[in-house]
């Protein structure tokens, strides 16, 4: 991006000779320089050259109550002149850390009152892996370690996230994953669900967790974790029969289930976790960014009141964070539950603007480019294809990147995951702003499919 702007030039030159940007090709980026982003309000930011660009994205899944909410601000003024900084190790507390774990409880399916806190959703899976292996030994059976993840899931960055999670090209890179972790197939019917209907492809998906539990023998599995709907895996709604499987499945082995919540909580499909969506009663969840809205780096892990039963009979748990709690990101997060729940934001979503963003989505699927449109709640996927029956794709053409740069150009932000286009605004994205976003969608795709056919 070559700028007139000498702000611009001065930052982008700040970011060439300092800045290792993450999940990026460094020399690319110097090439390039990044888009400044300067300020935000509502669904919308700006940049240094003084675009305004619709967020269909929420920064990262994250800023569910939107940009530019002075409560934030000033509970974080509030408590950093308090106290902006204590610890939680050597049986000491804060207020803000208990009231704040107390607010979750509320919120989180019933059974499930503790909350371990930490400083991103990748440490919550970290903390999730220590937890369940200290549980299983706890209760005498040390064996019980491997954890069952599923290909393309996404759990974070750290070794243990990425190794949870099931990219293979961060796999790539430095080993991974650990040992004691595997995978199975996802529920992606659109990729990989063959000739198989999308009911029974749910269903075969949902037995590769009972197949693989098998292999690896009951007695040396500890649990099985799983985002409800995958997020940067594509926005991956499962099959209708998957969940219910999954299940059966679970009910029949003595594992634990961890549905990692960081993208789908908070309200992002309507209700406040996935796990209410799909009513799955997890043993743990991991939470993050829609906790504080992103305004704030927290994460954690909400854990089910027989799990933590165990774990006090187990001595020193021997894992935490110098931020784990930290009393500035906690409160925050309170007032951001606090306006969540006052302002009906998640109700408000659930009976008003999840429909009508889905059904409007849907309506690009009369555009020849896109094989499918899916969502759930404030989640949404379009699948960019060359043949619409066959499901068949432009190979080799990078068409989500193409269109990518189309929605940056023309003041959207909506993602590609190969060649899917992802959304995922604000929870309090408008009627009209959803409007804008669609219509703005829709031309990109125009432009994109001219850009393949020139
Ligand atoms: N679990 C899930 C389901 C996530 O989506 C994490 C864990 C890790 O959280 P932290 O706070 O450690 O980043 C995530 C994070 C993308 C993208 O490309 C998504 C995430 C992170 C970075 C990029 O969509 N999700």
Redesign the pocket.
Known sequence: MTSNNPQTREWQALSNDHHLAP?SDFKQLKEKGPRIITSAKGVYLWDSEGNKILDGMAG??CVAIGYGRDELADAASKQMRELPYYNLFFQTAHPPVLELAKAIADIAPEGMNHVFFTG??????DTMLRMVRHYWAIKGQPNKKVIISRKNG?????VA?ASLGGMTYMHEQGDLPIPGIVHIAQPYWFAEGGDMTPEEFGVWAANQLEEKILEVGVDNVGAFIA?PIQ??GGVIIPPETYWPRIKEILAKYDILFVA?E??CGFGRTGEWFGSDFYDLKPDMM?I??GLTSGYI?M?GLIVRDEVVAVLNEGGDFNHGFTYSGHPVAAAVALENIRILRDEKIIEHVHAETAPYLQSRLRELNDHPLVGEVRGVGLLGAIELVQDKATRKRYEGRGVGMICRTFCFDNGLIM?AVGDTMIIAPPLVITKAEIDELVAKARKCLDLTLSALQG
Not at 120 to 125: A, T
């Open positions: 999940f990262l899944w991103s959703g990748s440490e919550g899976n996404y759990h974070g960055s750290t996230g985002e997020g940067a990692d960081v993208i991991t993050a960014k780096p994460g993602r």
